[in-house]
């Protein structure tokens, strides 16, 4: 079936970029998505692309999408220490409205 | 706008005890879902409603968890009975017919089953 997989941490500096990979197997996705979701809240859309695009960027973001590896990537510019949150990366395939999820990186931003 | 509206937000109790959970979704948003988010873990899917249809719920344990969405708005996701395994955030989100068909988060309940 579909899997989505994410490395489970990541630590930078405050000031630094940050690089949040992912790699999913469906190769009918339509859409690729990045949620933050911070302690006892539910996720929040940061992001997403479109499968038929290489890369995205909004204000500190850039998504790049490599979709013959199936490889997916965040890049949050001048990380701050509110960035600190657990990211994950998600995928919705053609096969239906199901969207699916990695198990998230959590993200340290240190002062 | 008010978000998407989870209740309770914590709830303890005994294994074997029944338990629901409470939805209000973004008001006009037709699409539906309950996730199980165990720690650790991302959200997995138990079902989706489009207005007061399930239109997949094969990943939820029908023995004991059960869903109802009356007249296309709230929805109540109940177990019973809970078993220890059971403790876990659930989430609750919507989505309308946007492009990129975000789905709206509400802030989950975190069950702890004793």
């Known amino acids: 079936g579909e899997d989505v997989e994410q490395s489970l941490f990541l630590s930078v500096r405050e000031g630094d970029s940050s690089v949040i990979n992912c790699t999913y197997t469906d190769s009918s996705s339509t859409y690729l998505y990045w949620y933050k979701q911070e302690p006892g809240a539910g996720l929040q859309l940061l992001t997403y692309i479109f499968s038929n695009m290489d890369m995205k960027q909004d204000q500190r973001l850039t998504v790049l999408l490599n979709k013959k590896d199936k490889h997916l990537s965040l890049r949050i510019a001048d990380t701050q220490t509110g960035d600190s949150a657990i990211y994950f990366c998600?995928?919705?395939?053609?096969?239906?409205?199901?969207?699916?999820f990695g198990a998230g990186t959590r993200l340290f931003v240190k002062a | 706008e008010a978000g998407v509206v989870q209740s309770p937000r914590y709830k303890i109790i005994e294994k074997k005890q029944p338990v629901a959970f409470w939805c209000n979704p973004i008001s006009g948003h037709n699409t539906l879902y309950w996730y199980l988010q165990n720690l650790g873990q991302g959200p997995e899917l138990l079902i989706r409603y489009e207005n007061e249809e399930a239109v997949d719920d094969s990943q939820l344990p029908k023995d004991r968890f059960s869903a109802e969405r009356l007249k296309g708005v709230d929805s109540t996701l109940k177990i019973q009975p809970a078993e220890l395994g059971d403790s876990a955030v659930y989430l609750c989100?919507?989505?309308?017919?946007?492009?990129?068909?975000?789905?709206?988060f509400g802030p989950g309940t975190r069950l702890t089953v004793l």
């Open positions: 998600a995928e919705k395939g053609t096969g239906g409205f199901k969207t699916i």
């Open positions: 989100a919507s989505s309308g017919y946007l492009e990129g068909d975000e789905q709206f």
